[in-house]
């Protein structure tokens, strides 16, 4: 059995400081004793394996966080998780389990060592952390309209003429930042994201990060990364 992802980590308004780790070890002790039964039942009366496989809204949670929240039931993963599976006497098959913002240019961590303006966390955090402020977070589905709209932008950015490469065209600085300014007006529900310009997002007591910052974001660079991993499942 397979968890993941359950602690919402990015629902913060840009104004709120996060949670510590231990807020939220503590919040889900006390709100999900049902999960856990459950939990320690198939571990100790169904002999069942139970993985925590981390995911992108949980980065920070640790092998000791989940021991504390399941009383050392259930195996932590920080990344990705391969089972070897014994289909026969000379017959293995491997499964992988990884969560999905590997290969997602929007919440992958893979630019957070080599990118000095949003450092530990992907441009996705600060979107989500966008829509909560504006209340979008609220209903379902809101911050996939976002990138579903980004997509769209993405596709009204490509020239009538394909004269010129499409890569090309959307690496330049201008194109780029207006891809950002459109994605996070999206997220704020503004038509035009200047006069929200200098708005700051905390990250701890005394530390904050301007959107004008976060609209530098170098996304696109992560496309070609993203090609070079798929190739080496393939």
Not at 5 to 20: H, Q, R
Not at 120 to 132: C, Q, T
Not at 192 to 220: G, Q, V
Request: glycine share 6%; net charge negative; with cysteine.
């Amino acid at each position: 059995m397979l968890l993941g992802d359950i602690f919402e980590m990015w629902l913060e308004k840009f104004p709120e400081i996060p949670p510590t780790n231990q807020d939220r070890v503590d919040f889900w002790k006390q709100s999900s004793p049902v999960l856990s039964a459950v939990i320690t039942k198939l571990v100790d009366g169904c002999g069942v394996e139970v993985f925590y496989v981390r995911g992108n809204h949980d980065r920070e949670i640790t092998d000791e966080d989940v021991r504390d929240i399941f009383d050392g039931k259930v195996t932590f993963v920080p990344c990705t998780l391969i089972l070897r599976m014994q289909t026969s006497d000379d017959s293995e098959h491997r499964v992988r389990f990884a969560h999905g913002h590997e290969y997602d240019i929007f919440n992958s961590y893979m630019l957070c060592q080599t990118n000095n303006l949003l450092p530990d966390k992907p441009i996705g955090y600060y979107i989500a952390r966008a829509v909560a402020t504006s209340g979008r977070a609220d209903s379902d589905g809101e911050l996939e309209d976002v990138l579903i709209g980004l997509a769209q932008t993405l596709l009204s950015m490509i020239p009538a003429s394909l004269e010129d490469d499409l890569i090309e065209v959307l690496l330049d600085p201008d194109q780029h930042r207006k891809l950002i300014e459109r994605l996070f007006e999206g997220a704020f529900k503004v038509k035009d994201i200047e006069f929200l310009i200098h708005a700051k997002c905390r990250i701890s007591e005394d530390k904050w990060i301007r959107l004008n910052t976060m609209l530098e974001y170098p996304l696109l660079r992560l496309c070609g990364s993203m090609v070079s991993i798929q190739a080496l499942y393939e």
